[in-house]
T-cell receptor, first 112, second 112 residues
Framework: GENVEQHPSTLSVQEGDSAVIKCTYS??????FPWYKQELGKRPQLIID?????GEKKDQRIAVTLNKTAKHFSLHITETQPEDSAVYFC???????????FGTGTSLTVIP | DVKVTQSSRYLVKRTGEKVFLECVQD?????MFWYRQDPGLGLRLIYF???????EKGDIPEGYSVSREKKERFSLILESASTNQTSMYLC???????????FGQGTRLTVV
């Protein structure tokens, strides 16, 4: 099955700086890569996703890049704000599977 | 607005008890999932179901079973609760494995 690795496990940045979280996957058949944000005490929620037919997707201060050859994808958050503090999970899935394969999560702290 | 609702937010059970965790979704989603969330281990899949009465084991099915008698409801059963099953349990549903997963609010289970 698919194996998704996520780094770093914890990340602290100063407010206004950028944050980057990286994930790698093992199954070349994976073609959908969502990112979820889980604030303290709340449920995970989708913040952005990317499909394998594009290399980059942006939504205001967040962007995701995908390198299919290297089998890795990254989440970029620019101009970080305290409300960006949360745990972020990457995931990978494919047409042939029914389940999402999640990374182990990154706890991001934005220091005011 | 998709809603995934878990029957309990907090639960305390004794070792050896049979425990039922219930999850209901209101968007006619095919896929439903049960995850366990522990610090540093991310979201680990216990079981998932892609249709009524269909189920597949995830990464950590030992000690658990599931039931899906109706499309909107997916139950997780701990046959004989043990202290190492103390955890946060998250239910999720999605239209397909290449679409957004919607999570319930989580059930914090403590087995004493």
């Amino acid at each position: 099955g698919e194996n998704v690795e996520q780094h770093p496990s914890t990340l602290s940045v100063q407010e206004g700086d950028s944050a980057v979280i990286k994930c790698t996957y093992s199954d070349s058949a994976s073609n959908y890569f969502p990112w979820y944000k889980q604030e303290l005490g709340k449920r995970p929620q989708l913040i952005i996703d990317i499909r394998s037919n594009v290399g980059e997707k942006k939504d205001q201060r967040i962007a995701v890049t995908l390198n299919k050859t290297a089998k890795h994808f990254s989440l970029h958050i620019t101009e970080t704000q305290p409300e960006d503090s949360a745990v972020y999970f990457c995931a990978a899935t494919s047409n042939t599977g029914n389940q999402f394969y999640f990374g182990t999560g990154t706890s991001l702290t934005v220091i005011p | 607005d998709v809603k995934v609702t878990q029957s309990s937010r907090y639960l305390v059970k004794r070792t050896g008890e049979k425990v039922f965790l219930e999850c209901v979704q209101d968007m006619d989603h095919e896929n439903m999932f049960w995850y366990r969330q522990d610090p540093g281990l991310g979201l680990r899949l216990i079981y998932f179901s892609y249709d009524v009465k269909m189920k597949e084991k995830g990464d950590i099915p030992e000690g658990y079973s599931v039931s899906r008698e109706k499309k909107e409801r997916f139950s997780l059963i701990l046959e004989s609760a043990s202290t190492n099953q103390t955890s946060m349990y998250l239910c999720a549903s999605s239209l397909s494995s290449r679409a957004e997963a919607f999570f319930g609010q989580g059930t914090r289970l403590t087995v004493v």
